[in-house]
């Protein structure tokens, strides 16, 4: 005789100890589960530890849960921005308490670590969230249009570009001085 519909709150921290998103086995988004986080192994002297903020997902990331991905991907989540708690002997670039983000291992956790030349400190007018969107997205968009080598006064066809490395591919081509020719799936998206 009643009406329940699912509502989303915000829920209290359970725990005072680190936690991990983490599965045991791949096939199903709900075999995610919150756990508590190992300890971590001693920082190389080129590692840096990161108190994580936000973590930025990708279909790689979906793929990889869902056991789609060749191979063994490791843990989900690359994609970070968080606050620098220790670094290694040989990094100079970031130091403790610097907001940061880049490429790391397991960002779905507490702490995430990384190889240091693959963390850049974060700008002032990003916030972690922002800046955990964009390292795999821009890494792609780059590589593909160096590879391509794509200069000023050329023109670059780039297809799928109303998603994330599509956009960002747009962007790359124009700030190196190419003109961009975009294919998008949807009418709705040919305005992006």
């Known amino acids: 005789g009643s009406r329940v519909v699912p509502r989303l709150a915000a829920a209290r921290l359970a725990s005072a100890v680190p936690m991990r998103l983490h599965f045991h086995s791949r096939g199903a988004l709900s075999n995610l589960f919150v756990e508590p986080q190992p300890a971590l192994p001693s920082l190389g002297k080129a590692e840096v530890l990161l108190r994580v903020r936000a973590v930025g997902l990708n279909f790689r ?80 968009a780059h590589v593909s249009l160096e590879i391509a080598a794509v200069r000023a006064g050329q023109w670059a066809l780039l297809h799928a570009a109303a998603g994330g490395v599509g956009l960002a591919a747009v962007e790359y081509a124009r700030w190196v001085g190419a003109a961009a020719a975009a294919s998008v799936k949807r009418p709705a998206e040919h305005a992006a």
Request: charged share 10%; proline share 11%.
């Open 61 to 140: 990331d979906v793929l990889n849960v869902l056991g789609e991905y060749p191979g063994d991907p490791g843990p989900p989540g690359a994609d970070c921005a968080g606050v620098v708690t220790a670094v290694g002997a040989a990094v100079a670039h970031v130091r403790p308490g610097d907001a940061a983000f880049g490429l790391t291992h397991a960002a779905l956790a507490h702490t995430a670590r990384a190889a240091a030349p693959l963390l850049a400190r974060m700008p002032p007018s990003l916030s972690f969230e922002e800046a955990s969107t964009l390292p795999i997205v821009w890494s792609t």
